[in-house]
């Protein structure tokens, strides 16, 4: 059974960071690439950041310079930095593998940003 968990999330201040671990098991995320989607409440779920099994990242507009998404295939798990955090951060933030037309979700992980 495969199974994406997400931690790490909660309630920060803005200008705070906060640092997801997203760990993997029931499948080996070194040939998947490896993505985080956060969804806010009444808006679509997007992507936040990609890395791929090369290790080249990808980060919407929003988050460049401030988010860093990482990966340590040894312990089958991928990371999401999030520094000077913003109020429209505020989210619950998926992690997501991808391997040609297989792929797994992660329940999720709330992220508030408020003071």
């Known amino acids: 059974q495969v199974q994406l968990v997400e931690s790490g999330g909660g309630l920060v201040q803005p200008g705070g960071s906060l640092r997801l671990s997203c760990a993997a098991s029931?499948?080996?995320?070194?040939?998947?690439?490896m993505d985080w989607y956060r969804q806010a409440p009444g808006k679509q779920r997007e992507l936040v950041a990609a890395?791929?099994?090369?290790?080249?990242?990808n980060y919407v507009d929003s988050v460049k310079g401030r988010f860093t998404i990482s990966r340590d295939n040894a312990k089958n798990a991928v990371y999401l930095q999030m520094n000077s955090l913003k109020l429209d951060d505020t989210a619950v933030y998926y992690c997501?593998?991808?391997?040609?037309?297989?792929?797994?979700w992660g329940q999720g992980t709330q992220v508030t940003v408020s003071s």
């Open positions: 997501h593998a991808i391997f040609g037309l297989e792929e797994f």
């Open positions: 029931g499948i080996l995320i070194s040939i998947y690439a």
């Open positions: 890395i791929t099994t090369g290790g080249s990242t």
